[in-house]
């Protein structure tokens, strides 16, 4: 485990983002709740995850955090199309493209002050969120991808802010 007794305390912040890729019937389980609150749930774990990092991660420091936040955003357009379903019959959703694979985008954001950056909190964070995801709608669709894990921003610290 690396030192850092002498690096100074200051507020850090990192944002990890990820896209979960999965089908049409898989997204409409989600926004219909047939498998509870997949969202709520996916977000809640996304946190736990992110306080847990120095657990999952080998010579990790284990840091205290202020602030964690997991947003998922779902796809505007097939969103709005479920939506507006309820206009025709509770059946009939024949107008929709249910052939294209949907992709949800999750973005975790981490804030500590403290001795070491939290770039680890933050990729660990949205993971989780996106494997809950994964665990929730695996029965509607075996095909669910997780990709595009990476960091997207951080701030604070010796090495200075990154932006992707």
């Known amino acids: 485990m690396v030192g850092v007794s002498d690096k100074s305390v200051t507020c850090r912040t990192a944002t990890a983002s990820c896209k979960v890729v999965l089908s049409y019937g898989a997204f409409r389980a989600i926004t219909s709740n047939k498998k509870g ?13 992110a306080k847990q990092t120095a657990t999952l991660i080998p010579l990790c420091h284990n840091i205290p955090l202020d602030y964690v936040a997991v947003d998922v955003v779902l796809p505007r357009e097939n969103y709005h199309k479920i939506d507006n379903s309820s206009e025709k019959s509770n059946n009939d959703i024949s107008h929709l493209n249910s052939s294209s694979p949907v992709e949800i985008s999750l973005t975790c954001t981490v804030q500590s002050t403290s001795r070491t950056g939290v770039e680890m909190e933050a990729m660990c964070g949205v993971s989780i969120a996106a494997l809950t995801l994964y665990d929730m709608c ?20 010796k090495s200075g802010d990154f932006h992707r």
Do not use: P
């Open 37 to 49: 609150d997949v969202l709520a749930a996916s977000r809640i774990a996304g946190i736990a995850g």
């Open 138 to 157: 695996k029965g509607a669709d075996k095909r669910i991808v997780v990709t595009d894990v990476q960091l997207e921003r951080k701030t604070g610290g």
